[in-house]
Every structure is written in C-alpha cells, then in structure tokens.
C-alpha cells in the first residue's frame, strides 16, 4: 500500500511562508509610516472584513454593503473627528444591522449583529493605538510581534509536540501544548520589541506578552467558530495559503482592543509599564 504523499501539507506550508514574506513587510511598513497612509490601509482591510465576514454569514448584498462601507469608513472618521463620533458611527451601524436583520428575516441576526460590533470597535481600536503620538507605531508592532509568534509557536508546538486538544469543538488541530508555545514564542517576542524599542529589561513586558497570546488564541478559536457554522475552512481566498482577511488577522483583532483597553484604565501603554 503506497503512503500517503506529504508534499500537499509542504507545499502548502511554503505558499504560507512566502505570502507572509509578502504581506507581514508590507503592513509594518503601514504601521511604521502610518498618517493617512496607514488608515488608508486599516480602511481597505476593514472593508475587506466586512464583505468576508458578511459572506461567512450567508448574507445578501445589502448587509455585505452595510459591513463593508461601516468598517472601511470608522478610521477615517476616527482619525478626522476623534473617538466619539467613531464610536458613534459603530453604534449606529450595530443598530442598522439589526434592524435589516431582522426586517429581512436573516438567519444569523446574533452572528451579524455581534460581528459588526466586534469588528467595529476591533478597527477603531487598531486605528486609536496607531494615532498615538509617542508610541503608536512601536505598540502595533509589539502587538503584531506578539501575534505572529503566537501563531507561529503554537503551529510547531503543537504538531511537533500534540496532545489533548485545545477545543475540539471549534478547532480540532489546536493543543494546549500549541498554547503553551505560542505564549512561550509571544513572551519572547514580546521582550525583544520591548527592549530593543524601549531600552526597558523588565521581565513583565515577558509576562504581558504570554498573556496577550491567550487573546490572540481566543480570537482565533472565535473566528474557527464563526466558520465552522458556516461549515468553511476559510473566511475567503484572497491570500495564499492563508485564506482570508480575517484568516490572517483574527488573533490582531482580539489582542488590539485588549491592549488599547488595559491602556485606557492604565493612562498608558503596557509598553511604558517600567
């Protein structure tokens, strides 16, 4: 009996390394630039997520119009006229949501009306840390250093070493030893942001790091549930190898509005906590 080929699960591990390589330069160099050249850009990513997430809700194109043009307009409006208004805007698209859900009889009003929210205030949140002066661009690229080794340890930890399952329900492949290295590889990465941006060698950016890496895998198992009631493996086929807008940013999305929260109650950012 032949075995089975292993080159499918390499090939497509290597379409996911180079497009990546493609796409990880190009958002730290949005963040890195940032002004309009990096709302411009949550703008576009936005609006992606919103049409994918609209689509993973079966919707038609009215919702999808609704979602797209209320996600890809909040950091324009953010950055215009500030958070108020913004959060306005969101509210008010959230209360839209649900009444065309329900006018037109939609299948899935909670997924909607819930996805529009949590988006919503996900870009906002993104946006709101970036505009900060002092340290917008170093705290985006700490949190994007966090989620990349999140998903990159908890990949190789949890093929490499297996175990029980993380939640079998939602996401199969997913192990606490998976977990446990993707808050090891975040604790890591997370330091180094800190001290090569910061100067600062407090272990607790470490601890910051590990922590964050927990949202970031509850972000990730909420989008596996999402898709998985949709019964699809991705939130589209816009990137290779990858699936999705929403694929690629669904730890980001948790771990952005957690940091931007704990920044609110703290009067800083979990980068200046020395």
């Not at 509210?91 to 949590?118: D, F, H, P, Q, S």
């Not at 705290?139 to 250093?145: D, H, M, N, S, Y």
């Not at 939130?235 to 704990?262: E, K, M, Q, T, W």
């Amino acid at each position: 009996m032949a075995r089975p080929s292993a080159r499918p699960e390499l090939s497509n591990l290597t379409l996911r390394v180079l497009s990546a390589a493609v796409i990880l330069p190009l958002a730290v160099a949005m963040v890195w630039l940032g002004a309009w050249y990096f709302v411009f850009f949550i703008a576009l990513m936005g609006a992606a997520m919103g049409w994918e997430y609209a689509r993973l809700c079966r919707s038609g194109t009215a919702i999808r119009a609704i979602l797209t043009i209320l996600l890809g307009a909040a950091p324009v409006i953010l950055t215009v006229n500030g958070a108020l208004p913004a959060l306005g805007w969101i509210a008010a698209g959230v209360a839209v949501m649900a009444v065309v859900t329900v006018l037109r009889r939609t299948a899935e009003k909670i997924l909607l009306v819930a996805g529009c929210a949590y988006l919503g205030v996900a870009v906002l949140a993104i946006t709101w840390l970036r505009l900060s002066p002092d340290t917008g661009a170093l705290v985006l690229l700490w949190i994007v250093a966090v989620v990349v080794a999140t998903d990159i340890g908890a990949y190789f930890a949890g093929r490499g070493i297996g175990g029980p399952k993380l939640a079998p329900r939602v996401s199969p492949s997913k192990t606490w030893a998976g977990l446990l290295g993707g808050m090891l590889c975040a604790a890591l990465a997370g330091w180094v942001i800190g001290y090569f941006g910061t100067g600062a060698e407090s272990v607790f950016i470490a601890v910051a790091g590990a922590a964050f890496a927990i949202v970031a895998q509850l972000g990730d198992l909420a989008e596996s549930a999402v898709k998985r009631h949709a019964g699809v493996k991705d939130s589209g086929n816009l990137i290779p190898g990858h699936g999705g807008i929403l694929d690629r940013l669904d730890g980001f999305l948790a771990v952005a509005p957690a940091v931007a929260l704990v920044t609110i109650a703290a009067g800083e950012s979990p980068l200046e906590w020395f």
